[in-house]
Each structure stands twice: as C-alpha cells, then as structure tokens.
C-alpha cells in the first residue's frame, strides 16, 4: 500500500509539473510578441552584437566597422537618406565582394552604375555587404541592422558557405537522433524562446557593464572555416556532412530572411549562386561505406584503364567509368571523369548531369549543392518572392550549357564580365517594379559604355592583387585537396587524384587560436597524432 501510494505521488507530481509546463506555454504564446523576430535558431549561436556599420567622425555617413573589414570590403552610405535617393543592401559570402578582386568589379557596383547611366537624377546608393565565407546564419543579424537604416531594397545571394565552419549546428552534429529531436521542439517552444531570450538579454547586459568599468568585452565569433586550420580537409568527410540539417537549417534561416523582411516592409531580391561545373574537380573524394576493399582496387584499376582510352577509344572510356558509378555511387572524382568523357563525346546532357552528381558527391563541398539550390528555389516559390537562377541563366550562354571557366574564375566567383551581366540581369528582370526606372532602347549601349570606362579607371595594382588572390585561392582549395591521387592502401576511404599526380600543397600553418565554444577533433599529420584545438597556442 505504501509503495502505491508513493507511485501515485510521483504521478501526480510530474502531471502538476507537465500542466504547469502547458499553462506556461500557452501564456507565453498569448503574450509573445517577439517570436517570429527572434534571429537565433536552436542549433547555434552566433548572433553577432558587433554592427557592421559605424557612424563616421563627422557623423555624415555609416561606414563598415574597422573591426568587420578582415572579412568585409570598405563601403560606406550617407548617414541621413535623401528624399531622392534609393537604397539597395546586397548580402552574400564572397561572390557579393567581388571575390578574387574586389567589390570595384562585384556586380552590386555594376547594378548602381547601371541604375544611374539608366535614371541619373536620382540618388542610387547600393551597399556592398557581402563577408569572406559568410553563411545564410551569419547573414541573418546584418539584414537585421540594415532594416534601421532605410533600405529599399535587398538582394541576398548565399548558399557555398554553409559547410565551412564546424560549429554551425555542432550541438546537433555531437548529438543523437533524440537529442536532436528535443532541440527542435525547444526551439519552437514559446516558453523556451522567452526564457532564452531573458538569458541573452541578461547576459548583454553584463557585457555592457563589463565594457564601463573598463574590462575587455568579449566579441562573439567571426568567420573560422576548418580549411583555415591545420588538418581540416581530414575533418570533412561523409557521416559528419549532415546534409539533411545543413538543408533544413537553411531554408530556416531563408524563411527568417523573409518574414525579417516583410515585417519591416522591405522587398527581397533571392538569388542563387553559380558553380564551376564543367572545369573544377571535386575538392575531396571519399568511397561510399558499403563499397568493399576488392570493389576499391577495382574501382582504382578502371580509373588508370579509362584515362588511358580517352583520348583513342572515348566509347571504352565511358564504359569503363560508368562501371566505376556502378561500383560505387558516391565516388565523386569517378562522375567528374565520366562527365568530362561525355563532354568529349558530345553528350552535353549526360555530361551536366555527371558534373553536378561529382559537385553532390563533394565530401569538401565548397559549392553549393543541389540540395540547397533546390531548397532556395522552393522557398522563393513558397513565399511568392522574386528569384534570380544563376545556375539556369549562366548555362544558357555557357560553352555546352555547363558553367566553366568561360564564365568563372575559379570554382565559384564569376569574371569581370559575368559581374556585369548579373547587374544587368536585375535590371531588365526588375526595371518598373522592384528598381523605379525605365529602361529604352539605347540603355544597353550606354551602360556598357560606363562599364568599359569604369574597367579603364582602374590601376593595375588592382588587377595584380586579384590574380594573386586566385592563386591563393587555388592553393587553398588544391592544396588540400587534390585530384585522386592511386593510393597503395586499399582500405582508405580517399582517393587522391587520377592521373594528374601533382605535389600537394603544404598545409597552411595555423595562425590564429580557436576561438570557439565547441570542440572538434582534426588529424594531426602522421599516424596516431590527434589534437584538440582547444590546447593550441599560436604558432
């Protein structure tokens, strides 16, 4: 009796606790007003309370923060609007900047010279706010901050950024199915977001008031891709991707864009980002799990078989390497070599399909992959918002239908020229609606004349500085990661390159400590060396 008795007391107990816990969460969602505005998710953290802009000495313009510029470009607007003038925010990773160069030749400087050749007696003012590496989470707090400074307009172009940091969602990455599953619904709990909220505010406050009595405020993070760091091309590999949550997180944080937008009454612009299909070569290539040692050297064998038949049996060529997909699906450098087989042959549609399975099948995916173009569009579609399709419009005049490096510089920043089409393509897109000019017949001519001379204008150090960050760029991305190379060991997962066997790059030596609240493992060079970047010092 006494043992039911306390049984029936623990029962009563957890349902008083689990009323009160529903009572409190129907206030809370009454009341709340905040939770749609709300800019963190339940899988990170890095709402930044640095703004990107800052007042300049004499108050006449907001200026990007000195302390942002090591992954913003300098750009700056008047700090009071004029009743003439129009204001565009363009947000983005480095394709926004103008990346190799800088944003002199982006195409959101191209698009405010294009809008004043078209309407001169009006004030255009496009501000370029697109961050080195930045992904669709970190954008968030900046389209936050620009909607106090008048904007008309905004255009967000993201989506190769959203694999580069490890602590992007490193609290579901760590974690279990279960785990997971009590994130998600904490994170669309009312009571929970209030009580969190309450935390942040409070914690903001005792950052203030650290800062007045003169200790040292301590700034969230910035930017720290794993590739910048010793052994991080080792941490990319297949299981700890998380396409799924990287994909679902995304179109979260599209879908914040949005409301974030509407609320404020400001139009949005969404664009999806081009990729080097035809020319660039999985960064990092990695045998499927249930592909076995005999299926490896087999796979391996075809390969060397396949390259040696390209050139005179190009038809033995393609069978060969179709055996290898066969084989093995999730083979990345396998698909690129038969798309580029079938290019040689002719087959243009069998050969896009191919490069864009080999960029899917990337285990460093520094492109956006299908997935995430797939969950921008629907978003653009869902919430009846205008989109521009890079990837549909540069295969229409690209060699072959594939983007190559006829249109890009390197895996994924457009040329000179290409910048120059994307403003025009906002322009004739939106022209009479979302931009408030006409366009006439002779406006094509007159604004590639002010382009050419814009081109002219510019120094040599400027182009010199741009080729020498593609061949930084270059070596970042081949230098960890080169095409297959044969490897002697039939049981590693990687391939290294086929048959362009090249020296690799030495690894970046690290050179600045790890900031971050999480802790990842990478592979120190050499068998049985793991470290912890918590331990790290600079070097």
């Given amino acids: 009796m006494q043992r039911r008795r306390r049984n029936l007391f623990r029962l009563t107990a957890f349902l008083m606790g689990l009323l009160c816990c529903l009572a409190a969460e129907l206030l809370c969602r009454t009341f709340d007003s905040s939770s749609t505005s709300k800019l963190t998710d339940g899988y990170s953290d890095f709402v930044s309370v640095r703004p990107l802009f800052v007042e300049s000495a004499d108050r006449a313009e907001l200026r990007i923060a000195a302390n942002r510029r090591a992954f913003f470009a300098d750009d700056a607007f008047p700090a ?20 190799p160069f800088s944003i002199q030749t982006s195409f959101p400087t191209f698009l ?25 989470y970190r954008l968030l707090p900046l389209l936050a901050e620009c909607r106090n400074y008048s904007p008309d307009l905004y255009i967000v172009c993201c989506g190769h950024n959203e694999f580069l940091e490890c602590v992007t969602y490193a609290d579901v990455r760590s974690s279990g199915d279960v785990t997971s599953t009590a994130f998600d619904l904490l994170h669309h709990s009312a009571a929970a977001r209030l009580a969190r909220n309450a935390f942040l505010n409070f914690r903001q406050r005792n950052r203030s008031d650290h800062a007045q009595h003169g200790r040292e405020l301590q700034l969230p993070e910035e930017v720290d891709a794993m590739l910048d760091h010793h052994g991080g091309l080792q941490a990319y590999c297949r299981e700890a991707l998380h396409i799924d949550t ?34 660039t070569a999985p960064f990092k290539s990695e045998f499927g799990s249930q592909t076995t040692s005999d299926q490896r050297q087999q796979i391996q064998a075809l390969l060397l078989e396949a390259d040696a038949a390209r050139k005179s049996e190009p038809d033995r060529a393609v069978r060969l390497l179709n055996e290898c997909v066969r084989l093995d699906a999730d083979f990345a450098y396998s698909w690129y070599q038969l798309g580029q087989v079938l290019l040689q042959n002719h087959d243009d549609h069998g050969a896009e399909a191919a490069f864009v399975r080999a960029r899917d099948c990337d285990v460093c995916p520094l492109r956006m992959v299908s997935a995430l173009e797939e969950k921008m569009r629907s978003v653009a579609a869902s919430t009846s918002g205008p989109l521009i399709d890079l990837p549909e419009e540069f ?45 006439s017949s002779r406006s094509p001519e007159l604004i590639q004349a002010d382009f050419d001379r814009h081109m002219q204008s510019l120094d040599s150090m400027y182009f010199l500085r741009g080729r020498r960050t ?35 790059a030495e690894a970046k030596p690290w050179t600045r400590c790890w900031r971050s609240r999480k802790t990842w493992v990478f592979p120190e060079p050499g068998p049985g060396k793991w470290l912890n970047f918590r331990s790290l010092v600079r070097r």
């Fill in 470 to 504: 593609i061949q930084v760029l270059k070596a970042w991305t081949q230098g960890r990661a080169e095409e297959p190379l044969l490897v002697s060991d039939p049981e590693s997962k990687e391939m290294p390159a086929v048959p362009d066997i090249r020296k690799p």
């Fill in 395 to 439: 295969s229409t005049i690209s060699r072959h239908g594939i983007p190559g490096d006829d249109l890009l510089v390197d895996h994924i920043h457009p040329s000179f020229r290409m910048h120059q089409q994307i403003s025009l393509w906002l322009l004739q897109r939106f022209a009479g609606s979302l931009l408030p000019v006409t366009l």
């Fill in 246 to 279: 990287v994909v679902r997180e995304f179109g979260s944080n599209l879908n914040q864009m949005v409301t974030l937008c509407r609320e404020g009454s400001i139009p949005l612009i969404l664009m999806v980002p081009p990729s080097n299909l035809r020319d």
């Fill in 80 to 99: 009071t609007k004029s009743r003439d003038e129009f204001r565009i925010f363009v947000f983005g990773g480095s394709t926004v900047q103008g990346r």
């Fill in 112 to 136: 405010k010279r294009a809008l004043t050749v078209t309407a001169p007696e009006r004030k255009w003012t496009v501000v370029n706010c697109g961050g080195i590496s930045y992904a669709s």
